[in-house]
């Protein structure tokens, strides 16, 4: 008898894979219920892509756009928050569904907590401001360093939009050049035109 | 908690809990198949990872991250032994069996119903050894033994299992 190929034989490691990744998913509900997923990622359809949100216990994270890296997210994640990563759809249910209701036109304010442990303190001051932005305005980064009382700042307030962790939420998309133009947006132009014309900020070209 | 998984000098940062997850859950798995049988290796392999996940936080080095984890299926494994055995109501009518696990559908197969009579420290020790192929020096570690135990447990359960398969 053959102790190691018979052995192999009952647990095929072809079963193992699939049968894991069911028993991942059980862990991964069972682990969030339980309170010990410290950020929990999901995925979502949107009329810009594939979108994927982070929430902690604090709020709504971060919204990441289709095309960026996974991995290099994930590891973003557990090194700025807690390595306790998990991809886990019930934490995350209240901000999918209010971005859905964004994209279906159905809401023009998210209500929905964020956490803002991913933005640095500068960029705190520049996002409340943007924050404040309503659905269907516009402001200039001109605007916008000018209500952080940073009038000369305009560049710096570019740069910390740029690294909005939480686009859309933070409407960062609704800040232009002066004169109205669109200038440059993390997840690139096309999507910021969609999502001002959804708001109707933009005209049909 | 932002500072307890940065890593110093020389020392493997913390993989996303996700990560980790992905790259480990097939072999813990093909393991607890074996190490505590088909119908169990759900409920083993939950309540290993739940455990690491309470770990997790509190790791200081991210290497040899699948050692670890195959530690505590060993050790899940070995107290849903015992525990089993404490569960069970001793009768003569039943058979004499060192582990309860019912076993797949062909529960029958002679060579399920030798792995199933092994004691527990044994039946872990071979399964790590033949299923998931690992060193001696490694089974030791795993199961918190010298390797001349891990030895003897290796071979005493090789050999049981090949007296009641001939």
């Given at each position: 008898?053959?102790?190691?190929?018979?052995?192999?034989?009952?647990?095929?490691?072809?079963?193992?894979?699939?049968?894991?990744?069911?028993?991942?998913?059980?862990?991964?509900?069972?682990?969030?219920?339980?309170?010990?997923?410290?950020?929990?990622v999901a995925t979502m359809d949107s009329p810009i892509g594939e979108l994927t949100v982070a929430v902690?216990?604090?709020?709504l994270v971060t919204v990441a756009f289709e095309g960026e890296d996974r991995d290099v997210l994930f590891?973003r994640l557990?090194?700025?928050?807690?390595?306790?990563?998990?991809?886990?759809?019930?934490?995350t249910?209240?901000a999918r569904?209010e971005l859905e209701?964004y994209f279906g036109?159905?809401r023009?304010?998210f209500?929905i907590?964020v956490?803002?442990?991913l933005i640095?303190?500068?960029a705190?001051?520049v996002l409340?401001?943007t924050s404040?932005v309503?659905y269907g305005e516009l402001a200039t980064y001109?605007?916008i360093?000018?209500?952080?009382?940073?009038?000369?700042?305009?560049?710096?307030v570019g740069s910390a939009l740029g690294s909005n962790p939480i686009p859309i939420v933070i409407p960062c998309h609704r800040i232009v050049g002066?004169?109205g133009k669109l200038t440059g947006y993390a997840g690139g132009l096309p999507r910021k035109e969609t999502l001002l014309r959804l708001e109707g900020s933009l005209?049909?070209? | 908690?932002?500072?307890?998984?940065?890593?110093?000098?020389?020392?493997?940062?913390?993989?996303?809990?996700?990560?980790?997850?992905?790259?480990?859950?097939?072999?813990?798995?093909?393991?607890?198949?074996?190490?505590?049988?088909?119908?169990?290796?759900?409920?083993?392999?939950?309540?290993?990872?739940?455990?690491?996940?309470?770990?997790?936080?509190?790791?200081?080095?991210?290497?040899?991250?699948?050692?670890?984890?195959?530690?505590?299926?060993?050790?899940?494994?070995?107290?849903?032994?015992?525990?089993?055995?404490?569960?069970?109501?001793?009768?003569?009518?039943?058979?004499?069996?060192?582990?309860?696990?019912?076993?797949?559908?062909?529960?029958?197969?002679?060579?399920?119903?030798?792995?199933?009579?092994?004691?527990?420290?044994?039946?872990?020790?071979?399964?790590?050894?033949?299923?998931?192929?690992?060193?001696?020096?490694?089974?030791?570690?795993?199961?918190?033994?010298?390797?001349?135990?891990?030895?003897?447990?290796?071979?005493?359960?090789?050999?049981?299992?090949?007296?009641?398969?001939?």
């Amino acid at each position: 008898m053959n102790v190691q190929r018979d052995l192999k034989k009952l647990s095929p490691g072809s079963d193992a894979a699939r049968d894991s990744r069911a028993a991942a998913q059980d862990l991964a509900r069972r682990a969030a219920a339980e309170g010990l997923v410290d950020v929990a990622v999901a995925t979502m359809d949107s009329p810009i892509g594939e979108l994927t949100v982070a929430v902690t216990p604090r709020g709504l994270v971060t919204v990441a756009f289709e095309g960026e890296d996974r991995d290099v997210l994930f590891e973003r994640l557990a090194r700025e928050l807690s390595p306790r990563v998990m991809e886990a759809t019930a934490p995350t249910d209240e901000a999918r569904r209010e971005l859905e209701q964004y994209f279906g036109g159905d809401r023009r304010r998210f209500e929905i907590t964020v956490d803002r442990s991913l933005i640095g303190p500068f960029a705190q001051k520049v996002l409340q401001a943007t924050s404040e932005v309503g659905y269907g305005e516009l402001a200039t980064y001109g605007d916008i360093a000018g209500r952080i009382d940073r009038p000369k700042a305009a560049r710096a307030v570019g740069s910390a939009l740029g690294s909005n962790p939480i686009p859309i939420v933070i409407p960062c998309h609704r800040i232009v050049g002066a004169g109205g133009k669109l200038t440059g947006y993390a997840g690139g132009l096309p999507r910021k035109e969609t999502l001002l014309r959804l708001e109707g900020s933009l005209l049909e070209r | 908690m932002s500072d307890t998984h940065r890593s110093g000098a020389g020392r493997h940062s913390i993989p996303p809990f996700q990560t980790f997850l992905e790259l480990n859950r097939a072999p813990v798995y093909r393991f607890l198949v074996v190490a505590v049988g088909p119908q169990d290796a759900d409920d083993v392999f939950q309540e290993t990872f739940v455990a690491a996940l309470k770990a997790y936080r509190r790791l200081t080095d991210g290497a040899k991250l699948d050692r670890w984890i195959l530690t505590i299926a060993s050790r899940k494994a070995i107290d849903h032994h015992r525990g089993a055995a404490r569960r069970a109501v001793p009768s003569e009518d039943l058979p004499e069996t060192a582990t309860t696990d019912r076993g797949p559908l062909d529960a029958d197969d002679p060579l399920w119903r030798a792995v199933r009579s092994l004691p527990p420290r044994q039946r872990v020790a071979v399964v790590l050894r033949h299923v998931l192929d690992r060193s001696y020096a490694d089974i030791a570690e795993l199961m918190a033994s010298s390797e001349p135990t891990a030895r003897a447990n290796v071979h005493q359960g090789t050999k049981r299992l090949r007296e009641l398969m001939t």
